[in-house]
């Protein structure tokens, strides 16, 4: 439910349209990614 609070306040706020989340094989996740243009990601995770 928290996750899902922040996904739509990075929306309302960011105005993105692409979002990633990241998982590897082991269950590790980062729930959110951002990607702009030209820039390092950034790694957002809710706890």
């Known amino acids: ?3 899902h609070f922040v996904l739509n306040e990075l929306q309302s706020k960011l105005q993105l349209r692409t ?3 990241w ?3 082991r ?17 957002i995770e809710c706890k």
């Open 1 to 3: 439910m928290w996750e």
């Open 19 to 21: 979002l990633f989340y």
């Open 23 to 25: 998982r590897d094989k």
């Open 27 to 43: 269950g590790h996740e980062v729930d959110f990614i951002l990607k702009a243009r030209s820039q390092e990601p950034t790694a």
